[in-house]
């Protein structure tokens, strides 16, 4: 079956102060399938997972989300979910709170659906603490929460495993698997191997912003 395309990099190109962080990236992304990205601290996968979101401006080649090109213009994809690097929320809020907050943005879902994504990973809609009291894997769990609320078409991760106990790990792959399933394309950068290799479709290694590596995973 073929599947159609969800994301194309096409020559993308950045560089930072002179030097390439990402260099002549060339890859095609299909809905319904999840997509791991491994690679060292400084290899560049946060990179590339910034310049599919419209968080960074390439300086050469073409970015396509969803039938989107990104231009100046047309910064951002219009269904996209993102957790990059550390979730950042209010304090004195609750999780629902904070979600309720961020849904005003869109307002293309209700409290339903925000306390379903809460209770997915694992994260009680009803708690009253405030964000400042949660430990940090209830933090990390949050930030997926808000990434995946939407049921975005696109779904970028970066380190989602991070402070994540054993139960948060098999609800995150549970949820993940569930949205794969439903037509989403989910990108997941991490320096988990095994993480990886047990959820995704195929995998790519990133070295001094060059793709090293595709290799399928799952039949």
Do not use: C, W
Request: glycine residues 8%; aromatic residues 4%; proline residues 3%.
């Amino acid at each position: 079956m073929i599947l159609e395309n969800s994301i194309v990099l096409e020559d993308v190109s950045k560089k930072i102060k002179g030097q390439y962080v990402l260099k002549q990236i060339n890859l095609h992304l299909n809905r319904g399938k999840i997509y791991g990205l491994k690679g060292k601290n400084g290899s560049g996968k946060t990179m590339l997972l910034r310049a599919i979101s419209g968080l960074i401006r390439i300086n050469s080649g073409k970015i396509t989300v969803m039938d989107k090109v990104l231009t100046k213009e047309n910064e951002f994809p219009d269904s996209i979910g993102v957790l990059i690097e550390t979730p950042g929320f209010i304090p004195e809020y609750t999780g629902l709170k904070n979600l309720k907050l961020l849904s005003m943005i869109k307002n293309i879902i209700g409290d339903l659906e925000m306390k379903k994504s809460l209770a997915d990973v694992g994260l009680d809609p009803e708690d009253k603490r405030k964000f400042r009291q949660f430990s940090l894997g209830m933090k990390q769990r949050l930030g997926i929460a808000q990434a995946i609320m939407e049921k975005p078409d696109v779904i970028l991760l970066d380190e989602p495993s991070n402070a994540l106990d054993e139960e948060g790990m098999k609800q995150l792959n549970k949820v993940l698997l569930e949205l794969r399933n439903g037509g989403a394309t989910i990108v997941i950068a991490s320096h988990d191997s095994k993480m990886l290799e047990e959820i995704s479709d195929e995998i790519f290694e990133i070295e001094r912003g060059e793709l090293r590596l595709n290799q399928e995973v799952v039949e």
